[in-house]
């Protein structure tokens, strides 16, 4: 079976991308690449991260009306990533129309609540619940959308499950004991975020910003 760590590639280098995958590809199931690296690089360098071999994970998040969102997905035709974010409060039709652009063997799953964000976070946009209750309540709306599965923390992924049990889980805000949180507030341990039930895991820094990024991601998986 594949590993269900996937390596986040945040970096605008084309070169340096590739030397990290070249590293870790041993130990990584999959590739990220997301808005940093797709700015700079855009459709050539998604492809160029193709002949790695490993299946990519385009996160470009996108939020936008249906019409605007389904034709983004449409103009992605040709790259077809094994996986593909939207934001789930782009709401219901936005999910649906987004499934429905995407290529057949692509994931679409949706952004619930970022891990950068806590409950005072919310509180500050104006969303009264607390982490735990907005990341179910975006479950199930992405779940009665037709799309694939969701983004949450490993502190909401049990609960998510509970309402959608064979949904996709994606769960990034993943950190070793004792690794550096950096902007991530809701973080748990790769162990912790499997056993809770996440499908894949996302560690970005943790490997990439690494001094040996191979042994990063060895390690990281000998817990898994
Ligand atoms: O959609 C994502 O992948 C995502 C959602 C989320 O809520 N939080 C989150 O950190 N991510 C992504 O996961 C990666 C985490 O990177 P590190 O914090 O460096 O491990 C980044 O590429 C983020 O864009």
């Known amino acids: 079976m594949s590993s269900p760590l996937y390596v986040a590639l945040d970096t605008p280098d ?3 991308a ?30 160029e991260m193709a002949d790695v071999g490993l299946p990519i994970f385009l996160d470009l998040k996108f939020h936008d009306i249906p019409n605007t969102v389904a034709k983004a997905v449409q103009a992605l035709r040709g790259l077809e990533p094994a996986i593909l974010t939207v934001h789930a409060a782009g709401g219901r039709a936005m ?10 063997g692509t994931k679409v799953v949706a952004v619930t609540m970022l891990t950068s964000l806590d409950a005072s976070d919310l509180a500050s946009i104006g969303v009264g619940s607390d982490p735990h ?10 779940r009665e959308s037709g799309i694939d599965g969701i983004v949450c923390s490993g502190e909401e992924v049990a609960a998510a499950r509970k309402v959608w049990r064979d949904g996709f889980f994606v769960v990034p805000g993943v950190r070793p004991a004792n690794g550096s949180a950096g ?19 996302v560690v970005g820094r943790p490997i990439t910003l690494a001094e040996d990024p191979d042994m990063a991601a060895r390690a990281i998986e000998a817990t898994l």
């Open 133 to 142: 209750d907005q990341v179910v309540r975006l479950a199930e709306l992405a």
């Open 183 to 201: 902007d991530q507030k809701r973080v748990v341990t790769p162990r912790a975020a499997l056993d809770a039930g996440a499908s894949i895991l």
């Open 14 to 16: 084309l070169a340096r």
């Open 95 to 104: 999910m649906e129309d987004a499934k429905a652009a995407a290529p057949e």
């Open 18 to 47: 590739k030397s990290i995958a070249a590293r870790v590809r041993n130990h990584v199931g999959g590739i990220k690449l997301g808005l940093e690296f797709f700015m700079a690089n855009g459709r050539a360098g998604v492809r």
